[in-house]
């Protein structure tokens, strides 16, 4: 087998064991630094079998030390998937305009609770409704206070105006 195929080999190998692994963790947005210490680990790892099979003046080596920059890039890579995984199965976003603001609501999965708020500036958003969500038939209904709305085929209503139906697009699903 040509040393290109054995890097592939390696490589599937690698995403197998990398995607199993970071699946297990389920990684949270909050320690998306982790990937800076991972990165460095996986390298380190390929290029030590590297180094051991020089030792031993195996032909092999070199396979090794190709494959420690692949399985970098795959758990850089596979990490970050792996974030969006979690969040995809934690909560549920959409986003809507009205008047030149763009509004964001977030339904999280878990505690059954929603949010709603608007962006102000490029990275700033203020929060303005915090409630609860229950999902009947095909109708997710929002309640917070005296506001009820409903989200009915990728349509808003109730915001503000009761008649109004505002189409939303998907941001997280």
């Known amino acids: 087998m040509d040393r290109l195929g054995k890097i592939m080999g390696l490589a599937l190998i690698d995403y197998a064991l990398i995607w199993a692994w970071v699946r297990e963790l389920d990684p949270d947005p909050s320690i998306s630094i982790a990937v800076t210490l991972l990165v ?14 020089a ?27 792996g974030i969006e995984v979690h969040q995809e199965r934690r909560l549920d976003a959409w986003e809507f ?12 999965e878990e505690v059954r609770e929603f949010s709603m708020g608007y962006i102000e500036s490029a990275g700033s958003s203020t929060y303005f409704l915090d409630g609860t969500w229950e999902k009947k038939g095909d109708t997710l209904i929002l309640e917070a206070d005296s506001t ?11 915001f503000r105006e009761k008649a109004e139906r505002i189409p939303l697009k998907v941001t997280v699903k």
């Open 40 to 53: 460095p680990l996986v390298f380190g790892i390929n290029a030590a079998i590297g180094g051991v099979l």
């Open 55 to 81: 030792f031993f003046r195996k032909r092999d080596s070199m396979v090794f030390f190709a494959n420690a920059l692949v399985s970098s890039l795959l758990m850089s890579h596979l990490f970050h998937a």
């Open 97 to 108: 305009t009205r008047q030149d603001t763009v509004f964001h609501l977030t339904k999280w």
């Open 148 to 158: 009820l709305m409903f989200i009915l085929r990728g349509q808003l209503l109730g």
